[in-house]
């Protein structure tokens, strides 16, 4: 084993501080990786809050991050896919059992077994749990470590490895969506990658948002429509036009309201995660044969295909750089929503400490 610096908090309560923690050596499938940026997800504030209490206790000290970009340090003996000088990322597992249906179908993301980058039992017995990406290094399975297109902003790309999967995959399974009317509802952290995508595939893109100061960088962003979801006249006038929409907000809200935007045969998509049950009419359903999905992040394989498809298209999610003592007032921010539309840790600060 080695010594890592970190930032890691000790308590739901605690803040963020300097730490120094374990990592395993590099065993024969293992690649070592020096991080170079990592993204802040809302799921990081909700594990160090131990706000998931009920499904996925908090395990402390927590190091989180599953939004990670850098570089191959070193190699395993039996690493083929990769070589020291790589540019690669990790997202949210860095395991699974390998043998079970679901990764036998590149479904690893709904392993029984999976292991998550950060908060999960540490197979290697190297901590209690893993850690994850407010780190300088982090060793991986070779097997869950991805080639980063070399042309894009690497700061862009870490949060691509969650916010940008976890929208990517529900539109590439829903179909060939080119000259389709596509809603993206929300316009944050995964509605913004969502437009990104929605329009790279060629839909046509509206978004919905409650803010109408979010209009003019909606367009910005790609989409060709804004509706301002509180206007019931600009609601009346799309009602049953879509598509597919994808539901991409993790408060409490109306959904029926969306459901009755879509055509026939038409599909919403959550991937926002209100805490408390969502309320859905049947009849909205029922006339026009419409359906409600949920969907998570994608696995290995369509995550590849992402990063492919992003270095293609030139998308990289918008991001704000901060130094990693910088946080705490990161976390701050996140709870009031005052982030255009990602952080990114620039890890390099972390060799002040």
Not at 153 to 162: K, T
Not at 227 to 255: C, P, V
Not at 286 to 300: M, N, T
Request: proline share 4%.
């Amino acid at each position: 084993m080695y010594q890592a610096k970190a930032y890691s908090v000790t308590s739901a309560t605690a803040p963020f501080t300097s730490d120094t923690i374990q990592r395993r050596e590099t065993t024969g499938r293992d690649v070592q990786i020096e991080i170079l940026f990592c993204g802040i997800c809302h799921s990081d504030l909700h594990t160090v809050r131990d706000e998931w209490n009920s499904v996925m206790p908090t395990t402390y000290p927590c190091v989180p991050g599953h939004e990670i970009v850098g570089r191959v340090t070193k190699t395993g003996a039996e690493v083929t896919q990769f070589k020291t000088g790589d540019l690669v990322g990790v997202g949210c597992m860095v395991d699974s059992d390998h043998i079970c249906p679901t990764c036998q179908d590149h479904q690893e993301q709904f392993c029984h077994n999976g292991t998550f980058t950060y908060n999960s039992p540490d197979k290697h017995g190297t901590a209690p749990v893993t850690y994850g990406g407010y780190s300088e290094s982090i060793v991986v399975d070779e097997c869950f470590v991805l080639s980063v297109p070399t042309n894009l902003e690497l700061a862009g790309v870490a949060p691509l490895l969650c916010a940008g999967i976890t929208t990517y995959s529900p539109i590439r399974r829903w179909g060939d969506i080119k000259g389709k009317k596509v809603g993206i509802v929300g316009l944050g952290g995964l509605g913004h990658m969502g437009v990104k995508f929605a329009k790279a595939f060629g839909a046509h893109v509206v978004v919905f948002t409650t803010s109408p100061g979010k209009k003019e960088d909606a367009l910005r962003l790609g989409a060709h429509e804004v509706i301002i979801s509180t206007n019931a006249d600009e609601m009346q006038k799309h009602m049953g036009t879509f598509n597919f929409i994808l539901d991409t907000i993790a408060a409490d809200h109306d959904i029926n309201a969306y459901i009755t935007m879509l055509g026939r045969d038409g599909n919403i998509t959550l991937v926002g995660a209100p805490e408390t049950p969502l309320q859905v009419s049947a009849f909205a359903l029922l006339f026009g044969r419409k359906s409600l999905s949920g969907s998570l992040i994608g696995g290995i394989a369509e995550t590849q295909e992402m990063l492919d498809f992003c270095g293609q298209h030139n998308i990289i999610s918008d991001v704000e750089i901060i130094p990693i003592q910088q946080i705490n007032e990161a976390y701050e921010r996140l709870v009031r929503s005052d982030v255009t539309y990602r952080f990114s840790i620039d890890m390099a600060s972390l060799k002040a400490e």
